[in-house]
Nanobody, 118 residues
Framework: QVQLEESGGGLVEPGGSLRLSCATS????????MGWHRQAPGKQRELVAS???????YYVDSVKGRFTISRDNAKKTVYLQMNSLKPEDTAVYYC????????????WGQGTQVTVSS
């Protein structure tokens, strides 16, 4: 069992930056892949960025060059650095975790709101 807790959301102006954090519990962090997802009103949840055990990363095209995902195995925490934010990045951001050998994410945080607006 893995418990996740996000923090770092908020209101920021276009062009600004935020860093999201996802702290995990349990002793399995080294065996799980982590992903940041987001869901905007009226839209499906989408995977924004993920990071595997070996630090391999994935980014959806719309955030490439602006967002950076990283993990600190000692702190059992994953981060999402978001730069050059746009209004279309506004969404609830969720941290998800899955066993490295599975496809589906099976543990989720409660979500944190990110609003990009002037």
């Amino acid at each position: 069992q893995v418990q996740l807790e996000e923090s770092g959301g908020g209101l920021v102006e276009p062009g600004g930056s935020l860093r999201l954090s996802c702290a995990t519990s349990g002793s399995t962090f080294s065996s799980i892949d982590m992903g940041w997802h987001r869901q905007a009103p009226g839209k499906q949840r989408e995977l924004v960025a993920s990071i595997g055990r070996g630090d391999t990363t994935y980014y959806v095209d719309s955030v490439k060059g602006r967002f950076t995902i990283s993990r600190d195995n000692a702190k059992k925490t994953v981060y999402l650095q978001m730069n050059s934010l746009k209004p279309e990045d506004t969404a609830v951001y969720y941290c998800g975790a899955r066993w490295w050998f599975k496809v589906e994410y099976e543990w989720w945080g409660q979500g944190t709101q990110v609003t990009v607006s002037s």
